[in-house]
């Protein structure tokens, strides 16, 4: 049996996220199942790194799965390619070492979130950044953010209904920055600077946490929660206290480090 | 009667084209004539400032029309990206002199293609760009496009059925070069550069002509007909020896110069 990891871009906005408990709806997992199934002609058991929400992009997920098939891994991911819809393709197709095992060997994830944040939203970027009005202060979204780095109990910014047996987490990175209008490498406007990228990296995030983040941060940029209060929000444990869940349309699973 | 210049984005992936002769269908164009018409509760003739395909994207196109309703210009704008859908976006509504005029009054315009020339698609850039797979040489196609840059019949790469009266048009400019693959600023693997970028500048354009420039120099950098025999088929003002026409999905119109 060999081992194969499989890195993938989608466009998650057709799809119900990556896995739904049931596998009745379409998701990515089941597509991609259905598909390597049809090549391999073998029942396959794919393992994500993490399930993406209904919606939200990846520009580099990372699944593996174990086959008793030789196909030639360059040739599975033409046949992958070939196959699968156009919101979904395959980049890379590598054997890996046994042991390999999409989460558990993972280091740490990246998410990107874009908000576009001016008067007007954009038809290229619709579902694809979250447009938002108001005057977002990214100096108090920085100074609130640096206090969620490090080894923290993040029940707050969870899903209230989350199962998770523990809360604590460890974000290594928040960076906040603001770039210009640029779909595509169309690059208008430069002087510009419209939308706001948050990067999160972190050992492992909790359902919904990306999101729950970027709704209090969003918050704060727009002062209707004071910078400082994100630690007694982070120690209250109340996810009553934080802001409220980002849209999941302007999330991007952007890089899993092994 | 003021005169009032339209700024738009969109999407064209859902709509067939700017305007198409009986108006029965979908268009861009009926869409805003009926928005605005909700909104002003009086019949509005729209001029565009050219008719983009079916799938063709705009980042800057640009309509004028004339109007008796008094509404203040920021009023209209907040009112029609309420009311249009979220593939169509008013990026700018102005008052403008009464002789101006969308397609008399421009002086150039700009049309980009992107074709994503890798040996795997995208699917953030599905329906944006054109996949390709095969090599091609971009100096062979600056090579050839530099031949089609100033006053010529471009008769063989206007669409065959073509009912312009001449078709003779001026070419100020190509350029093409190739971009990292950087879909909203998601920049990854920057060294590689996969996204090779055409931007042609012309005061006008014949139905069809970008796309048969475009699929011609695909021909050219893909060394199915020699660069140099670019001057022949132009010459020859028969479209069968130019190449195919490319697909709609990799063009944008981005700039109209007034």
Redesign the interface.
């Known amino acids: 049996m060999r081992n194969l990891k499989i890195t ?4 998650g906005a057709g799809y119900y996220g990556w896995q739904v408990q049931t596998r009745a709806h379409n998701t990515i997992q089941a597509t991609l199942e259905k598909t390597l199934r049809s090549i391999l002609k073998e029942k396959i058991d794919l393992i994500g790194s993490g399930r993406t929400d209904s919606g939200v ?1 990846a ?2 997920q990372v699944a593996n799965f174990k086959t008793s098939s030789s196909i030639p891994v360059r040739r599975l ?1 033409l046949a992958l ?1 070939a196959l699968l819809p ?6 890379s197709v590598k054997q890996v070492a046994h042991d390999f095992h999409a989460i558990r060997s993972a280091r740490s994830k990246v998410y ?1 979130y ?1 908000i576009l944040n001016r008067s ?10 979250y447009f938002y009005k108001l005057p977002l202060d990214i100096k108090l979204m920085r100074k609130a953010a640096a206090a969620l780095v490090g080894r923290h109990d993040f029940k707050a910014f969870s899903a209230s209904a989350t199962k998770a047996k523990t809360t604590v987490r460890t974000i290594k990175k928040i960076n906040i920055k603001r ?2 209008y ?5 690059s ?1 406007k430069r002087r510009e600077r419209p ?1 706001i ?1 948050i990067d999160i990296e972190s050992e492992g995030f909790l359902y919904n946490m990306v999101r729950n983040i970027v709704g209090t941060l969003i918050d704060i940029g727009r002062k209707r929660i004071p910078a400082h209060d994100i630690k007694r929000i982070l120690h209250s444990k109340d996810r009553g206290l934080a802001g409220p869940t980002a849209p999941a349309q302007g999330l ?1 699973l ?1 890089k899993i480090n092994y």
Do not use: K
């Open positions: 993938l871009e989608y466009d992009h520009l580099s991911g390619n156009h919101d979904i393709v395959v980049t990107r874009f007007y939203s954009s038809a290229l970027l619709a579902g694809r950044a770039i210009p640029n779909p595509l490498g169309l208008v939308l990228v991007f952007i």
